[in-house]
Protein backbone atom coordinates (compact mmCIF):
# COMPACT_ATOMS: atom_id res chain seq x y z
CA UNK A 1 0.00 0.00 0.00
CA UNK A 2 1.11 3.32 -1.14
CA UNK A 3 2.53 5.89 1.57
CA UNK A 4 -0.10 8.22 -0.03
CA UNK A 5 -3.27 5.99 1.47
CA UNK A 6 -5.12 8.00 4.01
CA UNK A 7 -4.16 5.04 6.34
CA UNK A 8 -0.60 5.85 5.87
CA UNK A 9 -0.47 9.72 5.36
CA UNK A 10 0.75 11.84 8.08
CA UNK A 11 -0.98 14.94 6.69
CA UNK A 12 -4.30 12.33 6.92
CA UNK A 13 -3.55 11.67 10.46
CA UNK A 14 -2.83 14.92 11.98
CA UNK A 15 -6.43 16.23 9.95
CA UNK A 16 -8.39 13.31 11.29
CA UNK A 17 -6.92 14.11 14.68
CA UNK A 18 -7.84 17.58 14.47
CA UNK A 19 -11.33 16.78 13.37
CA UNK A 20 -12.36 14.30 15.59
CA UNK A 21 -10.46 16.63 18.51
CA UNK A 22 -12.54 19.40 18.10
CA UNK A 23 -16.00 17.15 17.59
CA UNK A 24 -15.01 15.69 20.83
CA UNK A 25 -14.63 19.20 21.99
CA UNK A 26 -18.28 19.94 20.97
CA UNK A 27 -19.91 16.56 23.15
CA UNK A 28 -17.61 17.49 26.02
CA UNK A 29 -19.47 20.90 26.27
CA UNK A 30 -22.66 19.13 25.73
CA UNK A 31 -21.91 16.85 28.03
CA UNK A 32 -21.04 19.53 30.40
CA UNK A 33 -24.37 21.20 30.29
CA UNK A 34 -26.36 17.87 31.17
CA UNK A 35 -24.09 16.93 34.06
CA UNK A 36 -24.48 20.57 35.77
CA UNK A 37 -27.78 19.15 36.34
CA UNK A 38 -25.96 17.51 39.19
CA UNK A 39 -25.97 20.80 40.82
CA UNK A 40 -29.58 20.96 41.25
CA UNK A 41 -30.63 19.78 45.04
CA UNK A 42 -33.16 17.04 45.51
CA UNK A 43 -36.63 15.85 43.29
CA UNK A 44 -36.02 18.48 41.11
CA UNK A 45 -32.61 17.92 40.61
CA UNK A 46 -33.56 13.92 39.92
CA UNK A 47 -35.94 14.64 37.84
CA UNK A 48 -33.89 17.26 35.37
CA UNK A 49 -30.77 14.76 35.47
CA UNK A 50 -32.64 11.98 34.57
CA UNK A 51 -34.78 13.39 32.08
CA UNK A 52 -31.25 14.73 30.15
CA UNK A 53 -29.70 11.08 30.39
CA UNK A 54 -33.62 9.31 28.98
CA UNK A 55 -33.09 12.41 26.22
CA UNK A 56 -29.74 11.11 25.45
CA UNK A 57 -30.06 7.77 25.38
CA UNK A 58 -33.33 7.95 23.23
CA UNK A 59 -33.58 10.62 20.99
CA UNK A 60 -33.23 9.56 17.27
CA UNK A 61 -30.68 12.22 16.28
CA UNK A 62 -29.14 12.43 19.64
CA UNK A 63 -28.22 8.78 19.11
CA UNK A 64 -26.85 8.85 15.91
CA UNK A 65 -24.08 11.82 17.40
CA UNK A 66 -23.47 9.43 20.21
CA UNK A 67 -22.57 6.51 17.51
CA UNK A 68 -20.02 9.70 16.15
CA UNK A 69 -18.70 10.52 19.23
CA UNK A 70 -17.90 6.82 19.61
CA UNK A 71 -16.28 6.37 16.31
CA UNK A 72 -14.50 10.03 16.53
CA UNK A 73 -13.00 8.56 20.18
CA UNK A 74 -11.75 5.63 18.39
CA UNK A 75 -10.32 7.20 15.55
CA UNK A 76 -8.62 9.80 18.15
CA UNK A 77 -6.89 7.13 20.03
CA UNK A 78 -5.91 5.14 17.16
CA UNK A 79 -4.45 8.23 15.24
CA UNK A 80 -3.00 9.73 18.48
CA UNK A 81 -0.93 6.28 18.99
CA UNK A 82 -0.35 6.29 15.37
CA UNK A 83 0.88 9.84 15.15
CA UNK A 84 3.05 9.18 18.50
CA UNK A 85 4.64 6.30 17.15
CA UNK A 86 5.83 8.03 13.27
CA UNK A 87 6.97 10.87 15.38
CA UNK A 88 9.15 9.39 17.62
CA UNK A 89 10.78 7.25 14.23
CA UNK A 90 11.53 10.21 12.48
CA UNK A 91 12.84 12.52 15.42
CA UNK A 92 16.72 11.55 16.25
CA UNK A 93 16.16 10.24 19.77
CA UNK A 94 18.83 12.35 21.45
CA UNK A 95 18.04 15.58 19.77
CA UNK A 96 14.67 15.44 21.25
CA UNK A 97 16.14 14.50 24.91
CA UNK A 98 18.27 17.78 25.05
CA UNK A 99 16.12 19.88 23.02
CA UNK A 100 12.57 18.70 23.41
CA UNK A 101 12.01 21.63 26.51
CA UNK A 102 12.86 24.37 24.29
CA UNK A 103 11.02 22.85 21.17
CA UNK A 104 7.66 22.06 22.73
CA UNK A 105 5.45 22.85 25.46
CA UNK A 106 5.42 20.16 28.79
CA UNK A 107 1.48 18.92 27.57
CA UNK A 108 2.96 18.56 23.88
CA UNK A 109 5.95 16.22 24.88
CA UNK A 110 3.58 14.65 27.40
CA UNK A 111 0.23 14.28 24.79
CA UNK A 112 0.72 10.49 25.24
CA UNK A 113 0.63 10.25 29.07
CA UNK A 114 -1.94 12.78 29.02
CA UNK A 115 -3.86 10.69 26.82
CA UNK A 116 -3.44 7.54 28.35
CA UNK A 117 -4.99 8.93 31.71
CA UNK A 118 -7.96 10.20 30.01
CA UNK A 119 -8.98 6.63 28.19
CA UNK A 120 -8.41 4.56 31.16
CA UNK A 121 -10.37 7.43 33.01
CA UNK A 122 -13.02 6.82 29.86
CA UNK A 123 -12.89 3.02 30.19
CA UNK A 124 -14.07 3.25 33.66
CA UNK A 125 -16.65 6.37 33.37
CA UNK A 126 -18.33 4.60 30.51
CA UNK A 127 -18.41 0.71 33.19
CA UNK A 128 -19.72 2.78 35.95
CA UNK A 129 -22.22 5.18 34.55
CA UNK A 130 -22.73 4.42 30.62
CA UNK A 131 -22.83 0.03 30.97
CA UNK A 132 -25.40 0.81 34.21
CA UNK A 133 -27.92 2.95 32.55
CA UNK A 134 -27.67 0.89 29.05
CA UNK A 135 -27.43 -3.15 30.32
CA UNK A 136 -27.17 -2.93 34.33
CA UNK A 137 -29.35 -3.56 36.86
CA UNK A 138 -31.03 -0.21 37.36
CA UNK A 139 -33.90 1.26 39.51
CA UNK A 140 -36.48 3.91 37.93
CA UNK A 141 -37.80 7.30 39.40
CA UNK A 142 -41.28 7.90 39.94
CA UNK A 143 -41.93 9.56 36.46
CA UNK A 144 -40.67 5.78 35.25
CA UNK A 145 -37.60 6.90 34.03
CA UNK A 146 -34.33 4.96 34.64
CA UNK A 147 -32.91 6.47 38.01
CA UNK A 148 -28.98 7.17 36.46
CA UNK A 149 -28.68 10.09 39.19
CA UNK A 150 -29.36 8.02 42.41
CA UNK A 151 -26.45 5.46 40.50
CA UNK A 152 -24.34 8.59 40.75
CA UNK A 153 -25.16 9.69 43.81
CA UNK A 154 -24.70 6.30 45.31
CA UNK A 155 -21.02 6.06 43.57
CA UNK A 156 -19.75 9.16 45.01
CA UNK A 157 -21.74 8.64 47.82
CA UNK A 158 -18.93 8.82 51.10
CA UNK A 159 -20.38 5.33 52.59
CA UNK A 160 -19.08 4.13 49.41
CA UNK A 161 -15.38 2.91 50.74
CA UNK A 162 -14.20 3.90 47.00
CA UNK A 163 -15.74 7.05 46.59
CA UNK A 164 -13.02 9.15 47.97
CA UNK A 165 -10.27 7.09 45.48
CA UNK A 166 -12.84 7.76 42.88
CA UNK A 167 -13.55 11.71 43.81
CA UNK A 168 -9.45 11.93 44.02
CA UNK A 169 -9.31 9.75 40.34
CA UNK A 170 -12.12 12.06 38.61
CA UNK A 171 -10.27 15.31 39.55
CA UNK A 172 -6.52 13.75 38.33
CA UNK A 173 -7.84 12.78 34.69
CA UNK A 174 -9.84 16.12 34.72
CA UNK A 175 -6.03 17.58 35.01
CA UNK A 176 -4.85 15.34 32.56
CA UNK A 177 -7.90 16.21 30.51
CA UNK A 178 -6.91 20.15 30.87
CA UNK A 179 -3.75 19.68 29.55
CA UNK A 180 -4.75 17.58 27.09
CA UNK A 181 -7.03 20.42 25.18
CA UNK A 182 -4.83 23.45 25.67
CA UNK A 183 -2.55 21.77 23.70
CA UNK A 184 -4.96 19.93 21.44
CA UNK A 185 -6.98 22.53 21.02
CA UNK A 186 -4.53 24.84 19.50
CA UNK A 187 -2.65 22.41 17.50
CA UNK A 188 -5.99 21.31 15.65
CA UNK A 189 -6.26 24.89 14.06
CA UNK A 190 -2.70 24.34 13.22
CA UNK A 191 -3.31 21.10 11.73
CA UNK A 192 -5.95 21.84 10.00
CA UNK A 193 -4.09 25.47 8.53
CA UNK A 194 -6.51 27.59 10.50
CA UNK A 195 -3.82 29.67 12.19
CA UNK A 196 -3.21 32.92 10.96
CA UNK A 197 -0.70 35.57 13.01
CA UNK A 198 -4.22 37.67 13.10
CA UNK A 199 -6.20 35.19 15.12
CA UNK A 200 -3.48 33.12 16.80
CA UNK A 201 -3.57 34.52 19.56
CA UNK A 202 -7.13 34.65 19.89
CA UNK A 203 -6.94 30.86 19.19
CA UNK A 204 -5.02 30.31 21.88
CA UNK A 205 -6.80 32.59 24.76
CA UNK A 206 -9.95 30.42 23.68
CA UNK A 207 -8.04 26.91 23.98
CA UNK A 208 -6.41 27.77 27.48
CA UNK A 209 -9.79 29.21 28.49
CA UNK A 210 -11.90 25.71 27.15
CA UNK A 211 -9.08 24.10 28.79
CA UNK A 212 -9.03 25.18 32.13
CA UNK A 213 -12.95 26.27 32.81
CA UNK A 214 -14.45 22.69 31.38
CA UNK A 215 -12.35 20.05 33.12
CA UNK A 216 -12.26 22.55 36.49
CA UNK A 217 -16.52 22.07 36.09
CA UNK A 218 -16.26 18.57 35.50
CA UNK A 219 -13.59 18.01 38.36
CA UNK A 220 -16.34 20.27 40.18
CA UNK A 221 -19.36 17.96 40.28
CA UNK A 222 -18.05 14.91 42.00
CA UNK A 223 -16.31 16.90 45.36
CA UNK A 224 -19.62 18.06 45.18
CA UNK A 225 -21.61 15.09 45.31
CA UNK A 226 -19.06 14.10 47.65
CA UNK A 227 -19.17 16.05 50.12
CA UNK A 228 -22.71 16.83 50.05
CA UNK A 229 -23.21 13.58 51.26
CA UNK A 230 -20.70 13.39 54.27
Same mark, same amino acid.
Given at each position: %?SNSG *?????? =???? !??A?S?? /?L??F?????????Q???PG?E???????YA?F??? /? #?LV??L? &?? @?YA??L???V????? @??Q?????? @???V????S =??A?? $????????G??I??FLV?? %?Q??? &? +???F? #????? $?D?????? @?? +??R?FD #???G????A??? &??L???ALG /????????SA?? $????RH????PL???A???FG *? !???????SI #???? /? &????
Open positions: %M *ILRSSL =AKKY !VMLGL /FCLLLGHLVGNLLFIEGQQAFNEHMTT /F #PKLS &YL @TAVFHVDGIAL @TLNRKARP @TGYKEKG =ANSW $SSRNMGILTILVSH %MNFW &Y +VMHG #PIDFD $SGLKDLH @TV +VMF #PENLAGLVAG &YVAQF /FHLIHGFQFQ $SLGLSKYSIERGLL *I !VVPALFA #PVYL /F &YIQL
